[in-house]
């Protein structure tokens, strides 16, 4: 029986796949964003909560990418601009997620940064898609035991953040932040 054109389960996914799913989610929360700016429904509190979802979700994913799915490829390939290069794209990323943990709908821009966030992590993707995971499925890795690494160290971050040590702690007031921004690496 094929199951063509339903959607894999997320422990049935290879890493492409799965890496995939997260930036297909990540450019639809900007996408709705992006509707939001200048309609006659400015819902600021939406608007916080997408960027709070933007930054959570981009920060889970960039961790798992860095933490597994970049030294893997890095090791199996021989193209460190390549990887260099997304790791400062990483940087960049997490200097305006931790703009954005600070600031609310309304102030000066907000809306800005959350736009240019989105251009580059767009940028980004297309990158990252066209050229690592060529590169990736050039290398010949399992692809198939990356994602459950990958799945199991995201699931392990989720729980992190959601637990009730971490709940607390996001409770208390750090420097006017929205929320508990990502500790340093």
Request: with cysteine; hydrophobic share 35%; glycine share 4%.
């Amino acid at each position: 029986m094929s199951n063509t054109g339903k959607p894999k389960s997320r422990s049935s996914m290879d890493a492409l796949e799965l890496l995939k799913a997260d930036h297909d989610k990540v450019k639809s929360l900007f996408r709705e964003f992006e509707s939001m700016k200048g309609s006659d429904q400015d819902d600021d509190e939406r608007k916080a909560e997408l960027v709070d979802e933007i930054c959570y979700e981009l920060t889970l994913h960039t961790m798992i990418e860095e933490e597994i799915f970049y030294p893997v490829l890095r090791a199996a390939i021989d193209n460190d601009d390549m990887m260099d290069k997304a790791d400062v794209e990483h940087a960049g990323a997490r200097e305006l997620i931790s703009q954005l943990e600070v600031m609310y709908p309304g102030d000066d821009h907000f809306d800005a940064t959350v736009t240019v966030l989105g251009e580059e992590i767009v940028h980004h993707i297309e990158k990252e898609e066209a050229e690592m995971f060529d590169a990736a499925r050039e290398a010949g890795l399992d692809l198939d035991d990356l994602a459950e690494q990958l799945l199991a160290r995201k699931e392990e971050l989720e729980e992190d953040l959601t637990s009730p040590a971490a709940t607390l702690d996001a409770a208390l007031p750090h420097e006017k932040a929205r929320r508990q921004p990502r500790s340093p690496d």
